[in-house]
């Protein structure tokens, strides 16, 4: 290896032509603009079937986006890993979901369900609970209730009650004398429950409070209190304040002992901090959970492998091997990654295969720079900044071989679909990659630019009568990579290429035997 190489990941900046929404063409760009007109570059897939999701119809994310990049391969991911397990029947014949089972029905109590109620396919499926809901009845499952999050996010910023309509009517078509299935709580996705990193704990309590204890401002449906709430905030479903559904000034749902529990989300960011709550023994210290009812609790799947979170899980995780910090740690090459907390978790457990430890404690640096709380339209730079003198600082010490970062901006604030704060985001990110290309010059180094998923570049659409609206969800689109090299030009080969084609791109730039299991290089 002659060069070291810098990678960054400008998380959710898509490419497209269109203009409708597309924040990153309205925004002022020299530098991208500049790589673009200089160096090789071409367009590469983020989603569906190249990240391992079902179809073309599902967008990417940040967690199977990075899978792919630190791997070089496609695995079989989230929502696909689910639908094979449901289709074949495997997830009911799992201990887990046997023991969840006989436990209600042993002594009839509840099985719950948690989890974002939306068939955006990157957190949830809808048709994943609607399909348990029902297996639930098979069994002999007499009391069932679920607890929903209110998307907006990965799908249209106010259509909750679309899939409200569709639980309730599967419940009405289960209920009889039998079986009562109802709606137990719920409230937006950003305001309660699922936090990540770590970064909102008080969030994570107040979803427990009205999940667990049925603590919260009561309503008589979910209906009502969305349509209640959207008319006292003006906010969209992601932002909707916490609600609780009684009758007779009783919660339907609160937990109790001898209760089951199922976080029906696959993703694992989001996860981790309520199933945290749940398995935690008494030194769980985060927040005062109250009361705690024994309950057995278990995930979709297993949301971090090395730290056992949840103890029990529906649907065994992929299991990732071959990735490219381990072909660089064989080769003895130092790495380095940073992100801010948002995005951390990606450029780490994510990056190296869903592993929480290093491969290596002497070759591998990470650094994670705290992410504000607050809404980031607020301060679309974000940690931008600090990222980059991180980089710099990295590149500056020659002691790394590899380095990667990712710039958090473009998705994040594209999330809270603020149009103009978004494009200033675009541009932070762009500032700060001229500031280390600076560097990569002066040190000699090669720069690759490249991104996990759309989102900042499609954040208007058409609704179904035709109006434009406002859209928070990722896209679509591919996304860009190209290769900056001030002494040589490393043109790249013409076909259709995805994110699992980064890795092994990476490598020959290094001058390093790539994987056989991994995807062709992009280089000619």
Not at 194 to 199: C, E, I, L, P, V
Not at 238 to 253: E, N, R, S, Y
Not at 428 to 457: C, F, M, P, W, Y
Request: charged fraction near 25%; hydrophobic fraction near 40%; proline fraction near 4%.
């Amino acid at each position: 290896m002659s060069k070291p190489v810098v990678l960054i990941v400008m998380d959710g900046v898509g490419e497209t032509p269109v203009e409708l929404g597309n924040m990153v063409m309205r925004a002022n760009t020299p530098t991208l603009d500049e790589l673009k007109a200089t160096c090789p570059w071409i367009c590469i897939k983020a989603h569906g079937d190249a990240v391992g999701l079902p179809s073309d119809d599902d967008m990417g994310n940040s967690e199977v986006g990075h899978n792919a990049l630190g791997c070089g391969q496609i695995y079989s991911q989230g929502a696909k890993l689910v639908n094979e397990s449901i289709e074949s029947g495997d997830i009911y014949q799992s201990e887990t979901w046997k023991d969840l089972i006989s436990n209600v029905n042993g002594a009839d109590k509840t099985l719950h369900f948690i989890g974002l109620l939306s068939d955006g396919n990157v957190h949830s499926n809808i048709k994943h609970l609607l399909a348990m809901l029902e297996e639930a009845k098979k069994e002999g499952v007499k009391k069932a209730r679920v607890h929903i999050l209110l998307d907006g996010r990965d799908v249209p910023a106010t259509s909750a009650l679309e899939y409200v309509g569709m639980l309730e009517e599967t419940l009405a078509k289960l209920n009889d004398a039998s079986f009562d299935g109802q709606i137990a709580s719920g409230g937006g996705r950003m305001t309660i429950t699922m936090d990540r990193y770590q970064a909102n704990w008080p969030m994570v309590k107040e979803g427990w409070d009205v999940h667990v204890h049925g603590e919260g401002r009561q309503f008589a449906s979910a209906t009502e209190a969305i349509e209640t709430l959207r008319n006292e905030t003006s906010a969209i479903d992601q932002d909707l304040p916490a609600f609780v559904i009684a009758k007779d000034g009783k919660p339907v749902g609160a937990m109790v002992d001898g209760d089951s529990v199922i976080l029906y989300n696959f993703r694992g960011d989001r996860a981790l901090e309520i199933s945290m709550a749940f398995d935690g023994d008494a030194s769980f210290n985060k927040f005062d959970r109250g009361v705690i009812p024994n309950v057995k609790y278990a995930g979709m799947l297993e949301y971090d492998g090395d730290l056992k979170i949840p103890h029990h899980y529906l649907v065994n995780p992929p299991k990732i091997k071959d990735t490219l910090t381990e072909l660089l740690v064989n080769h003895g090459i130092k790495e380095y990654a940073v992100s801010e907390t948002q995005k951390y978790g990606h450029v780490t457990y994510f990056w190296n295969g869903n592993r929480s430890g290093k491969v290596s404690e002497e070759l591998e640096d990470y650094c994670e720079i705290p992410s504000d709380v607050r809404s980031f339209d607020e301060c679309p730079w974000m940690k931008a900044t600090e990222i980059a003198d991180k980089v710099i600082e990295a590149i500056e010490s020659k002691k790394y071989g590899f380095i990667r970062c990712n710039f958090p901006n473009g998705d994040m604030v594209g999330h809270t679909g603020n149009l103009d704060a978004t494009e200033i985001a675009v541009e932070s990110v762009d500032l700060q990659i001229a500031r280390i290309k600076k560097v990569v010059d002066a040190e000699g180094a090669i720069l690759v630019v490249t991104a996990d998923h759309g989102n900042s570049d499609q954040m208007l659409e058409k609704n179904k009568k035709g109006n434009i609206e406002v859209r928070t969800a990722h896209s679509l689109n591919p996304v860009p990579f190209i290769i900056y090299d001030k002494d040589e030009r490393h043109e790249l080969k013409e076909g259709k290429f995805g994110l699992a084609n980064v890795a092994p791109t990476v490598a020959g730039l290094m001058g390093i035997k790539p994987f056989d299991s991994w995807q062709e290089s992009m280089l000619k």
